[in-house]
């Protein structure tokens, strides 16, 4: 089996970097959908409610991208923790393979099956979603493959991306050390 605990580092540093460009991302798509979003909060707000659809489509943009951020992060921890422990099953030759794969993964269940509800929008604004999520995963993935690949000490060092017969503390000496 596989290495949990350098799973959940490279899924927390991959969690991070993703969560904080998924709430980038995220801002900036309330920003442009504002059209769009600010009817369907109206189309559903009772009422007597004490707010407008104004003050809640404010909240909306004031809370997506801190929630985006923290969903990177649990789920970067949480995907990291299965990557470490289900490496050696996943397919591919080297982590950075494998961690794309899973992005791809996260992809299709995060972004193309759960933001179905929002075709009710338009296709324009679901292939947005479906695009920058596209973007968001591949970046998760890649991410973690990388730190994976960092933090572990190579048994088979082609695994995970160094040359034959190389470490990672060989790669970085050889690197620092190599005229340019």
């Known amino acids: 089996m596989g290495d949990t605990r350098t799973g959940v580092k490279a899924g927390l540093i991959a969690?991070?970097?993703y969560g904080l460009v998924l709430g980038v991302l995220s801002y900036i798509t309330v920003?442009?959908?504002k059209s769009l979003i600010l009817p369907a909060i109206a189309s559903?707000?009772?009422a007597d409610s004490p707010f407008t659809a104004n003050q809640l489509y404010g909240i909306v943009v004031v809370l997506t991208p801190?929630?985006?951020?923290?969903?990177?992060i649990i789920?970067?921890?949480i995907v990291g923790a299965i990557y470490g422990r289900l490496f050696e099953r996943i397919p591919g030759k080297t982590s950075?393979?494998?961690?794309?794969?899973?992005?791809i993964i996260l992809w299709v269940i995060l972004s193309v099956l759960t933001d179905l509800e929002n075709l009710q929008y338009g296709v324009v604004v679901y292939l947005e979603d479906i695009a920058v999520g596209l973007f968001?995963?591949?970046l998760f993935g890649v991410?973690?493959?990388y730190f994976f690949g960092r933090f572990t000490r190579p048994k088979d060092p082609a695994i995970y991306g160094y040359p034959e017969g190389a470490t990672s503390l060989s790669r970085r000496s050889s690197w620092a050390t190599t005229d340019r």
């Open 15 to 17: 969690g991070i970097i």
């Open 31 to 33: 920003i442009v959908e």
């Open 44 to 46: 559903k707000l009772p």
């Open 66 to 72: 801190g929630i985006a951020a923290t969903g990177g």
């Open 75 to 77: 789920g970067g921890l």
């Open 96 to 103: 950075l393979i494998k961690g794309v794969l899973v992005g």
């Open 136 to 138: 968001s995963a591949m």
């Open 143 to 145: 991410l973690l493959g």
